[in-house]
DNA sequence: ATTACTGCAAATACTTTGCAATTGT
DNA sequence: ACAATTGCAAAGTATTTGCAGTAAT
C-alpha cells in the first residue's frame, strides 16, 4: 500500500486532509503489515505534531476505518487496529503479548455470509496462547 | 449443565465455594445459554448478597473461568462471558447490542490447532453486523 | 463561507489493586 | 489454624464527550 491509498480513502468518504492525518497515514503505512493500538499512533504522531492529543488520534483511527482502510479488532482489554484486509486471525501471546496473523481457510467467511437474515460487517478472530519463542523459553531441552 | 457442575468444577480446581460464588453460578446457569457482562452478573447478585461488589463479581468470574466453565470473549469494549463450550460464533448486532451463537464449521479449530509451535488455549471469533430484526426495522416492506 | 477537525479538559466505562476483616476448609 | 476470599476505597487503563478555536474545502 501507499499513503496515497489511504488519503484517496479518505477524500472519497468525504473526510478532510489535516496534518495530523497524513502523520497518521505515515505512521499506518510504515507499520503495515502490523497491529497496533491507539497508542502507540499517538506515542509516534506526537515526535512531529506535539500538540496533537489522543482524542484526536482515536477520531482519526475511526475516520480511516470507516473509509475501509484499517480494521479493528479487541484483545487484552484494548482495541488493536490493522491493515491486514486478507481473513485471517490474530494470534495474541499471553505470554509476551505478540500479535501475529495466522492464515484461516475462507470458508468460515462464506459460511457466515450464508446467515439468513443477518448483515456481516466485521469479523474478529482472536487466538490466545503462547507463541513459539515463549512456549520454547518455558521448555529448556534437557 | 447444573449448579452441581459449576460447584465441583471449581472444588477440583482448590477454590472455596462461598455464598457470592453459589449466587453467581445460580445466576449463571439460569441464564444458559447466554451472554453476560460482570455488571449484569453485579446486579443480578445484589438483590440475594447486597454488600458484593464488582470487584468480587470479576474474582468469581475469574475462577469459573480457570475452572473451565465460562468462556470470555471481548467485545464492544467489555468482556462477555458465556457458559457454551461448543466451538462457535458471537454475532453480536452494531444497532441493539444483541449478541447471539452462530454455528461454525469445526475445520477452523482444526487449521489452528496444527500451527507450529503455537499452543493454541483459547478462540474467540466475533461477527458484527446487523441482526434479523434490525435489518426488517430498517427496510420497512414497500 | 461553511463545515469538519483539533486540542484541551473533564467525564465515563471497565477492570485491577491493596489491605484489613472475615470465612471456608 | 491457615490460606483464600470478601468488601471497600482508591487507582489504573481505555475511550468518549463537549466545546471553543482553527483549518480544510
Not at 499513503?3 to 503505512?29: C, D, G, H, M, W
Not at 482489554?77 to 475462507?106: A, L, Q
Request: proline content about 4%; glycine content about 6%.
Amino acid at each position: 500500500m501507499s499513503k496515497e491509498y489511504y488519503v484517496n480513502a479518505l477524500r472519497e468518504s468525504k473526510f478532510k486532509i489535516t496534518p495530523q492525518r497524513l502523520q497518521v497515514i505515515k505512521y499506518v503505512n510504515g507499520k503495515t503489515p502490523g497491529h497496533f493500538t491507539a497508542e502507540d499512533v499517538y506515542l509516534s504522531v506526537k515526535k512531529i505534531e506535539p500538540t496533537v492529543t489522543l482524542a484526536t488520534i482515536y477520531n482519526i483511527l475511526k475516520a480511516m476505518k470507516d473509509a475501509g482502510t484499517i480494521n479493528s479488532f479487541e484483545a487484552n482489554g484494548t482495541t488493536w487496529f490493522e491493515t491486514n484486509h486478507e481473513f485471517h486471525g490474530n494470534f495474541i501471546c499471553r505470554n509476551c503479548g505478540e500479535i501475529v496473523d495466522v492464515p484461516v481457510n475462507r470458508n468460515l467467511l462464506n459460511d457466515l455470509n450464508s446467515m439468513e437474515g443477518f448483515s456481516v460487517e466485521d469479523v474478529s478472530l482472536v487466538i490466545s496462547g503462547t507463541c513459539e519463542k515463549c512456549s520454547k523459553a518455558k521448555t529448556p531441552q534437557l
